[in-house]
C-alpha cells in the first residue's frame, strides 16, 4: 500500500466492499463486522484534516488521538484548536494520545499514572469542549502495557480486547508490517483495529527520509512566522538572513 491519500481512500473501499462497518471504541460490539480506524496525532497536527476529510466524503468514521504534553504541538493554540475542533465536527472522534514518557518519576506506576491520564483528557475536553473518554498511547512502558490498564470513565485502546478480539495492524514508522489490503480482501477477521498516521500521507508518495526532512526543514518558517506574529518589524531585523524561510520542497 502506498503512503498517499488515494492508496488510503482505496483501502476505505475495500473495506466498504468487504463489508467492514467503521466503528468507535464505545460501540465495536454492534458490530458483527466491522474496523476500527485511528490515528495518532505524533508531530503534526495539520496532517489530520486531509485524512479526516478524505474518510468523511466515504462516510467514515474514525478516532484521532492528540497529545497535550508534545513538544511538536500545542494543541491549546488557536491555530491547532481550530484543526482539532474541525476533526471533531466532522464526526470524528478525538482521544487523548498519551506519552508516559512526560512523567519519568511515575513511569510504570498504573495508579499514578491513571491520574495523569485523567489530568490530560480533562485539559483536552477544555480545547473540544466535549468530553474525551478513549485514550491510546505513545511510547508506553512494558508495565504499563502489560497492565491492562482500566481507566475510570475512558476506554484505553490499549486494553487486551483490542488485540485479543481484533487483528491489529499499523504503518507505525511508515512501514506496514503486514498485509493489510489482503486481510481485508480475504476477510479472515471479523474484528480490524487499524492505526494509520496521517503525518505519512500525502498527495504523492514521499520517503520516511523527505518526509521527516520536510518536516524539519519546514520547522524554521513556521517558527518564524511565531516569531514575526509576536515581535513587531521582524523583518527588519532578519530579512536579510531569511534564506531558511523558503519552503523545503515535496509538501
Ligand atoms: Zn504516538
Redesign the pocket.
Known sequence: MKFTYESYKNLLNTLKIHGYQSAFYHNWQDFEKCAILRH???YEMEMAPYMANIEREKGVFSTY?V?VTSDFYNIFSIKNTQIVKLVYNMGHEIGL?F?ETAYPDIMGNSEEIIKKINKEAKLLEQVIEAPVTTV????PSLEILNANLEIPGMINSYEKVFFRDFKYVSDSRRNWKEPIERYIENEEYSYLHILT?PFWYHNVEQTLHDTIHRFISNGNKQRYETFDFNFSRLDDVMKENADYLIDSKGQ
Open positions: 495518532d496525532i505524533d488521538f497529545m494520545h506519552d491510546s498511547m505513545h511510547k498516521h
